[in-house]
């Protein structure tokens, strides 16, 4: 099974809304990833988990706040987002060292 | 940082056409994959090829790790080849951290 698994598939949310993206993998991987790919541009790093502890943080606004409560899950709470926070978040699991990454379908995000 | 160039930025072609995708790299890396991101959004994992020459049906790859480039090539085009193609490098002293190009994209016509 290579598969990550990312919940909801579409999210819209007005900017006082708090919300959670959810993803899970059952490969076996011990790292986890946060991306955010805005239109015609290519998937842009926010977080990187390893062994279940926060190893990159891309200097992310606070608004956003990852979690990751163990070797399978990892959550990304939203609150307080703003529209140009909409975007496709994508999620991805390797082996640490970034071995080959397998990516989630995405949620495709919308602040109104 | 590593910059990571891909080229062409787009691509047309006919239904049956052959292509050649090119991914330089501005430093030595210790892993290459090439993705297709399809209309939907999801990223599918075409390479991981951080040297040498893979084959997978119609699609191959080829990474010269010391020259500093990667090809995908695409053999008999189809119209489901048709989305966005990424490839992301790791660097040896960034373990954690994949860098993308800015990708081609590819549209197959009928």
């Known amino acids: 099974d290579t598969e990550v698994t990312q919940t909801p598939k579409h999210l819209v949310m007005g900017m006082t809304n708090k919300k959670s993206l959810k993803c899970e993998q059952h490969m076996g991987h011990r790292a986890m990833y946060w991306y955010k790919q805005k239109a015609k541009k290519p998937p842009e790093l926010m977080f990187v988990?390893?062994?279940?502890?926060?190893?990159i943080n891309e200097s992310v606004p606070s608004r956003f706040s990852p979690e990751c409560p163990n070797s399978s899950l990892l959550n990304l709470h939203l609150h307080a987002l703003q529209p140009e926070d909409s975007a496709l978040y994508l999620c991805a699991s390797s082996q640490p060292g970034l071995k080959q990454a397998f990516f989630g379908q995405g949620t495709r995000l919308t602040v109104v | 940082g590593i910059q990571v160039e891909q080229s062409p930025p787009d691509l047309i072609l006919q239904e049956g056409a052959n292509s050649t995708l090119r991914c330089n790299f501005s430093?030595?890396?210790?892993?290459l994959q090439w993705f297709h991101q399809n209309p939907w959004g999801q990223l599918i994992n075409l390479f991981y090829i951080p040297s040498g020459t893979k084959q997978n049906g119609r699609l191959s790859a080829t990474t010269v790790a010391t020259e500093r480039y990667s090809l995908l090539y695409i053999s008999s085009s189809q119209t489901t080849d048709s989305g966005v193609y990424f490839c992301?490098?790791?660097?040896?002293?960034?373990?954690?951290?994949?860098?993308f190009g800015s990708g081609t994209k590819l549209n197959v016509k009928p």
């Open positions: 430093d030595s890396v210790n892993n």
């Open positions: 992301a490098v790791r660097i040896r002293y960034n373990f954690n951290k994949f860098y």
């Open positions: 988990y390893s062994y279940e502890k926060l190893s």
